[in-house]
C-alpha cells in the first residue's frame, strides 16, 4: 500500500523545524529568543531522535560559532533567532560567508530597535540582511508569507546553502512565525534534497578554495583531509594572502558565485499581473493582506496585481522590470518606514512608487493597501 502524506494544523515555527529536518539537518545550536523560540524547543525534542545534536548556546555568538564548527564537521547545521539576536550574529554571519560555510539562520522579525517590541511583527530587519555583517559578501535570503511555505522554503534555504557554500537567510515575521494553518508534508524524496559536493582528489591535493571551481567541493573535518578556515583573504589552499590580485578575485568569485546564478535563486509568485497597471509588491505575512487587497481592487473594476518576492536577496530586478511595463503606479506595503520600497524604486524605470509603512506593532491590512489602490482609478 502506498504511503500517504500526512496533513497537520502546525504553526510556522514548528514548519521551519520540520523543514529543516527534511532537508536533512543534523545540528542546532542556538538561544531563546522570542518569536523564535518554538524551532530550538521542538529541535531540541526531535534531533535526537534522529541521530542530531541540539544545544542552546550562551549566546547568540556563540550560536552561529557552533553552526560554523558543525557544518565544517559535516552536518548540515541551523540556528534560529529574531533581531537582537541577529545583530550578534553579524560578525559570525560575515566569516561564514569569507570561509564559504553552509548554513542557514533563521530571523522571526519583530519589532526594534534594541529589545523594541518582542512579541510584535515586523519587516525591519530586510536591508540589515543584506548588509548586516561588513564588507562585500554573497547574500541569498527567503522570506515565505505562508505555513507551509516556511517548511518548503527551509527545505530550499538548505539546499541554496549546500550548492553554493554559503550561509542562507530565512527571514519571516512573527505573525506567520506563530500563525496555525494546515501543512501538507511530503514523502521522503518528494522534495528535492540538495547535499555539499565532497573532494574525490587525494587527500594531500585538496585545496578546500580551489580556484578551478566556481564553488570547490568541501571535504568535512575528521575524514582524513587536513585544511585551513580563516576569515581573512586566503588563497585556493586556506592559509591568509596579502596578494591584492587574489584578495580582488576572491572577493569577486565569492559575489559572482550568487551574481551569476541570479535566474536560479530568484522565486516569485505573480498574481494576477499580465494586465495589471497597479503593483503592488509586497513580501511576507503583508503580502496576505496584499492578496486580498488586489483581488477586492479587481471586483471594484481596477487592473491590479500582486508581485510576492519568495528570494528578496538577491533582489528580483528582471521580475520587478518585467512586472512595470504597462504600469503607472507600484505601491509598497512593509512594516518598517521605508526599506524595499527603494530597491522596487530603482528597478521599477521611471514609474511611480508608493510605500505604505507601518511600525506600531501591528500588521498592515488589506483596507490600507486597498485605500491607496483605489487613489490609481
Request: hydrophobic residues 40%.
Amino acid at each position: 500500500m502506498a504511503e500517504k502524506r500526512s496533513k497537520k494544523l502546525v504553526q510556522g515555527n514548528e514548519a521551519c523545524s520540520e523543514g529543516a529536518l527534511y532537508a536533512g539537518c543534523r545540528f542546532y545550536a542556538g538561544y531563546p529568543i522570542t518569536p523564535s523560540t518554538e524551532v530550538a524547543e521542538i529541535l531540541s525534542a526531535r534531533l535526537p531522535n534522529v541521530g542530531g545534536k541540539f544545544i542552546q548556546m550562551e549566546d547568540e555568538i556563540a550560536s552561529i560559532s557552533a553552526v560554523i564548527g558543525a557544518s565544517l564537521a559535516g552536518l548540515k547545521s541551523l540556528t534560529a533567532t529574531s533581531g537582537p539576536g541577529f545583530s550578534l550574529k553579524q560578525e559570525g554571519i560575515g566569516y561564514a560567508c569569507m570561509a564559504e560555510v553552509p548554513c542557514v539562520i533563521v530571523n522571526v522579525m519583530r519589532g526594534g530597535p534594541s529589545t523594541g517590541y518582542p512579541t510584535g511583527p515586523s519587516q525591519s530587519d530586510v536591508m540589515q540582511a543584506k548588509w548586516g555583517t561588513h564588507g562585500d559578501h554573497p547574500v541569498i535570503a527567503v522570506t515565505p508569507a505562508y505555513v507551509q511555505e516556511i517548511f518548503s522554503e527551509t527545505v530550499r534555504a538548505f539546499n541554496l546553502a549546500e550548492r553554493y557554500r554559503t550561509p542562507v537567510l530565512i527571514l519571516y515575521d512573527e505573525i506567520v512565525g506563530h500563525m496555525r494553518e494546515p501543512v501538507t508534508f511530503p514523502l521522503p524524496g518528494e522534495l528535492e534534497v540538495i547535499d555539499r559536493v565532497k573532494p574525490t582528489c587525494p587527500l594531500e591535493e585538496y585545496l578546500p578554495y580551489d580556484t578551478e571551481y566556481e564553488i570547490a567541493p568541501l571535504a568535512a573535518f575528521g575524514e582524513g583531509y587536513r585544511f585551513h578556515v580563516t576569515g581573512l583573504n586566503h588563497r585556493a589552499d586556506g592559509f591568509p594572502t596579502n596578494d591584492s590580485k587574489l584578495i580582488e578575485k576572491g572577493i569577486k568569485r565569492l559575489t559572482g558565485k550568487i551574481e551569476n546564478h541570479r535566474e536560479d535563486i530568484w522565486k516569485n509568485e505573480e498574481y494576477l499581473l499580465d494586465d495589471a497597471d497597479i503593483v503592488v509588491f509586497a513580501f511576507g505575512s503583508t503580502a496576505r493582506s496584499a492578496r486580498y487587497s488586489v483581488r477586492k481592487a479587481r471586483e471594484n473594476g481596477l487592473k491590479a496585481g500582486l508581485l510576492r518576492p519568495l528570494t528578496l536577496w538577491p533582489f528580483p530586478e528582471k521580475a520587478v522590470r518585467d512586472a512595470v511595463v504597462r504600469a503607472k503606479a507600484v505601491i509598497v506595503p512593509e512594516m518598517n518606514l521605508g526599506q524595499i520600497v527603494h530597491e522596487v524604486e530603482r528597478c521599477a524605470c521611471g514609474v511611480k512608487v508608493e510605500g505604505i509603512f507601518r511600525v506600531d506593532g501591528e500588521p498592515i491590512n488589506p483596507r490600507q493597501i486597498l485605500d491607496v489602490i483605489e487613489k490609481y482609478r
